[in-house]
Every structure is written in C-alpha cells, then in structure tokens.
T-cell receptor
Framework: KAGVTQTPRYLIKTRGQQVTLSCSPISGHRSVSWYQQTPGQGLQFLFEYFSETQRNKGNFPGRFSGRQFSNSRSEMNVSTLELGDSALYLC????????????FGPGTRLTVL | GDSVTQMEGPVTLSEEAFLTINCTYTATGYPSLFWYVQYPGEGLQLLLKATKADDKGSNKGFEATYRKETTSFHLEKGSVQVSDSAVYFCALILTGGGNKLTFGTGTQLKVEL
C-alpha cells in the first residue's frame, strides 16, 4: 500500500509570494493533518481535515489555510510568505480515530528568500 | 495548555548501551501518548504508543510505560545500535481533541561504535 505522498518535496519562494502544498493520504484514510517543523519552534500543529471539514486548527495566522477534497487529498496554502515561514511542512493521515496510527509523509521543504 | 517536555539532547551512547529518554506531559484531559522517530531527511514514523494508564508500548526493542501518577512516558531500550541514531519525539493527543498531536522538542540520539 502506498504511503503518504507530498508534493513538491522542495520549494523556493520569495517574500510576499504565495504557495500551495499538496498531500495525498494513504488509500482509505479520511483524516489529514498538517504540521510545521522548524529548528526554533519544533513541530507545531497547523490543522486537521476530516471528510472535507476542518476539525481542528492550531495557532497560526490566517495566512495559513487548507482544504480537503472528496478523495481525501489535501492542500495547504500560505499567502504573503514571510522569511519565518521557511520550514519543513509535514502531512499525516490516519483512518479517523485518535488512537489510529498517524502516518507521516516525507514533507515539503519550503525556503522563503 | 497541554505540553510535552523531553530531555535535552544530543544524547551520545556507545553501541549496546542502555537508553533512556525522559518524557513528561501536562494535559487538561486524558491523553494518549506516542513516541515518534525521525531519521535524517525523512518524515516521522510511529515507534510506539499507549492509550491508557499502565499500558506499555513496545516496538523494535523500545519500550515506554504510561505512568499517570508521574505524568511520564519515558522511552527505554536495553541495547542500542548505530542504526538507532535519529531524533525521537514524545507526543500526546487528548481524547476528544481530534488528531492534534502535541510534540516535545525532540531528542537527538547518536550511537557510536
């Protein structure tokens, strides 16, 4: 069974631009979560989508948004990029319940210049 | 708020040494607890989990016991190998909190021959 895939793997953008990252969960998984990983702040929860609805949201500004499609694929968007948005963005999927194992993708490395 | 505290790294051990990585948590509710491992350049992999007090999670020689009285979930391994070198993250999810993982800062483990 294919794992969680994230595209692109690497991105370089400049300040003020916007970016869209994509995540394809494991087949049959309905929950997709996004995390930001930085050396300074560690791993921080962005949001979770379940059956196309945002179920949970972390403490990030409104520039960070996401959505989930009917096939459970998810995208996250960051508008008006700032230098501090440089990070590894990780996507995780699981069946639904919190005790189900969350499977992480390899991440998208975003660099903002 | 909910939080996870891990011991600072890096931890450097010789092969076959005993490993302990301390993890304590603060939670407003009743959490499930997890250890994740991240190898260089990769996403996170679930190492083990425990969903209720006194549960012991185990995998690949690693163990951790959910101690409600001390709010701890320390990771142990009797004999580490060079291939165990990675960053280890302790995390929690609150019951009823969706799939939002709250992570500790991570502990880097280096195992030398």
């Amino acid at each position: 069974k294919a794992g969680v895939t994230q595209t692109p793997r690497y991105l370089i953008k400049t300040r003020g631009q916007q970016v869209t990252l994509s995540c394809s969960p494991i087949s049959g998984h309905r929950s997709v979560s996004w995390y930001q990983q930085t050396p300074g702040q560690g791993l921080q929860f962005l949001f979770e989508y379940f059956s196309e609805t945002q179920r949970n949201k972390g403490n990030f500004p409104g520039r960070f948004s996401g959505r989930q499609f009917s096939n459970s694929r998810s995208e996250m968007n960051v508008s008006t990029l700032e230098l501090g948005d440089s990070a590894l963005y990780l996507c995780a999927s699981n069946l639904a319940a919190i005790t189900d194992t969350q499977y992480f993708g390899p991440g998208t490395r975003l660099t903002v210049l | 708020g909910d939080s996870v505290t891990q011991m600072e790294g890096p931890v450097t051990l010789s092969e076959e040494a005993f490993l302990t990585i301390n993890c304590t948590y603060t939670a407003t509710g009743y959490p499930s607890l997890f250890w994740y491992v991240q190898y260089p350049g990769e996403g996170l992999q679930l190492l083990l989990k425990a969903t209720k007090a006194d549960d012991k999670g185990s995998n690949k020689g690693f163990e951790a016991t959910y101690r409600k009285e001390t709010t701890s979930f320390h990771l142990e391994k009797g004999s580490v190998q060079v291939s165990d070198s990675a960053v280890y993250f302790c995390a929690l999810i609150l019951t009823g909190g969706g799939n939002k993982l709250t992570f500790g800062t991570g502990t880097q483990l280096k195992v030398e021959l």
